[in-house]
């Protein structure tokens, strides 16, 4: 008999997001700001000559907006079978 896989993490959702024609499921932020802030404040300290001191809430918000574009991207390409996205 073999033994059982173990099984693997996945974040499930508690409830199904509803279909609508092209509205997103409101999420209050995908992100932590504080954490953005430090680690692009940070970065620039390594990579750039500028001393930059402040983040400022359009950054953050364009951020934010790539990155759920992103997952956006991957969920509509990801083949639809199985039923966990990896």
């Known amino acids: 008999m073999k033994p059982k896989p173990a099984p693997q993490p996945e974040f499930v959702l508690e409830s199904p997001p509803v279909k609508s024609a092209g509205v997103e499921p409101k999420i209050s932020s995908l992100l932590n700001a504080a954490k953005v ?6 970065l620039a300290e390594r990579e750039r000559h500028h001393h930059f001191t402040a983040v400022s809430v359009e950054f953050i918000q364009r951020i934010e907006a790539k990155l759920k574009n992103l997952i956006r991207d991957e969920v509509r390409r990801h083949p639809s079978r199985g039923k966990r996205l990896s």
């Open 37 to 42: 802030r430090r680690y692009a404040l940070d």
